[in-house]
């Protein structure tokens, strides 16, 4: 079935580094992609989305591109904060939204 | 968008009990889901609340377990029942976006969840 792969963590950075977490998915047809953020003590909230190839999405410092020659949507930014620390989940919409795992940041200062 | 409340946020629970965790969204929506987050995991989709008819459950999670409401267009709710140690989680409602055409737009909205330990 239509699975979404992303990178264990936790991942720990100091502030200022440069982020990636890869996620990859399978799926039928070309679904919609996205990334949510957990922030500590909170419900998910989108962090951004792309809905067909080759589209970035990007919020707050966080870009991810639609790959669909490599079926992949891997999240990145330039710069982290301490504040950017979270769990962030890869996500494939659809009939069925489909997250993967989730890969905890945490950003030391 | 859609803003979702839900309550209690959190509760401890003695074995053998049961719980019921409410979900009120801010407008009218068709599809109201539950998700489980074990601790450390990620998201489980439990069942899919339509207004008016049965909720549709996922492979293994069952009505008996988990009894679902949806009385009307803004509200559902989840009992956790017969509650084991297993059952720490957290519960999270949600509901799918829409657009000025109210069209889905595949983003889902949560709530900011239940976290239930059962002891």
């Known amino acids: 079935g239509d699975s979404v792969t992303q990178m264990e963590g936790p991942v720990t950075l100091s502030e200022e580094a440069f982020l990636t977490i890869n996620c990859t998915y399978t799926a039928t047809g070309y679904p919609s992609l996205f990334w949510y953020v957990q922030y500590p003590g909170e419900g998910l909230q989108l962090l951004l989305k792309a809905t067909k190839a080759d589209d970035k999405g990007s919020n707050k410092g966080f870009e991810a591109t639609y790959r669909k020659e490599t079926t992949s949507f891997h999240l990145e930014k330039g710069s982290v904060q301490v504040s950017d620390s979270a769990v962030y989940f890869c996500?494939?919409?659809?009939?069925?939204?489909?997250f993967g795992a989730g890969t905890r940041l945490f950003v030391k200062a | 968008s859609a803003v979702i409340s839900q309550k209690p946020s959190r509760d401890i629970c003695q074995r053998g009990t049961s719980l019921t965790i409410q979900c009120q969204v801010d407008?009218?929506?068709?599809?109201m889901f539950w998700y489980r987050q074990q601790p450390g995991q990620s998201l489980t989709l439990i069942a899919t609340a339509n207004q008016g008819s049965e909720a549709t459950y996922e492979s293994g999670f069952v009505i008996d377990k988990f009894p679902i409401s949806r009385p009307n267009l803004t509200f559902s709710t989840l009992t956790v029942s017969n509650m084991s140690p297993e059952d720490s989680s957290i519960y999270l409602c949600s509901v799918l976006g829409t657009d000025d055409k109210s069209a889905n737009t595949g983003e889902l909205f949560f709530g900011e969840g239940s976290r239930l330990t059962v002891l």
């Open positions: 407008s009218q929506v068709t599809m």
């Open positions: 996500a494939r919409g659809g009939f069925k939204t489909i």
